[in-house]
């Protein structure tokens, strides 16, 4: 690399549940700049989670529920292109630490967008339930890339 590596911007936390992941969630969330609507649509999301597991006796909250329905769908492997002689090989490789959690991100709020709930809040909120239960699409789409990694386990000395 011929330029030097760029630095990290220091993210500030949520005023509501003071996490700096939160914060991360909801920039990958918003869209055309508007971080307050965004904040609006997580926070009212969380709220509709505390309501539907109202009735489960192991008191979970929004707020963890959402963090172990992202550690359920985090990546730790997937398949990169690579050219060998001609032919393209997809190789597993593991995923780095700041991409896991980009990625996680990314699907959660790509499948909940897909969903057929009413609101935005809805949607990611009935999304953010199904991948803490391990289940629904962005579960489903990191069980697809480990068995595509899987798969092409036959490839890995590959890896550059």
Same mark, same amino acid.
């Given at each position: 690399?011929?330029?030097?590596?760029?630095?990290?911007?220091?993210?500030?936390?949520?005023?509501?549940?003071?996490?700096?992941?939160?914060?991360?969630?909801?920039n990958n969330m918003m869209l055309d700049g508007k971080k307050n609507l965004a904040f609006k649509i997580f926070y009212e999301a969380m709220e509709i989670v505390d309501k539907k597991l109202e009735g489960n006796?192991?008191?979970?909250?929004?707020?963890?529920?959402?963090?172990?329905?992202?550690?359920?769908?985090?990546?730790?492997?997937?398949?990169?292109?690579?050219?060998?002689?001609? &032919?393209?090989?997809? %190789?597993?490789?593991?995923?780095? +630490? =700041?991409?896991?959690?980009?990625?996680?991100?990314?699907? /959660?709020?790509?499948?909940?967008?897909?969903?057929?709930?009413?609101?935005?809040?809805?949607?990611? &909120?009935?999304?953010? %339930?199904?991948?803490?239960?391990? +289940? =629904?699409?962005?579960?489903?789409?990191?069980?697809?890339? /480990?068995?595509?990694?899987?798969?092409?386990?036959?490839?890995?000395?590959?890896?550059?």
């Open positions: 690399m011929r330029r030097r590596k760029a630095k990290k911007i220091a993210i500030l936390p949520d005023p509501k549940f003071n996490d700096v992941q939160v914060t991360k969630f909801v006796e192991d008191e979970a909250t929004g707020l963890s529920t959402w963090k172990k329905a992202l550690d359920n769908i985090t990546p730790n492997v997937e398949v990169r292109s690579r050219r060998v002689g001609g &032919a393209t090989f997809q %190789i597993p490789t593991p995923v780095r +630490e =700041g991409r896991k959690q980009s990625l996680g991100m990314k699907w /959660l709020i790509g499948y909940s967008r897909k969903r057929n709930e009413k609101t935005m809040a809805q949607k990611l &909120a009935a999304e953010v %339930i199904a991948a803490a239960k391990e +289940e =629904g699409a962005a579960y489903k789409k990191k069980e697809d890339t /480990l068995r595509m990694a899987e798969a092409n386990k036959a490839f890995s000395h590959f890896r550059f």
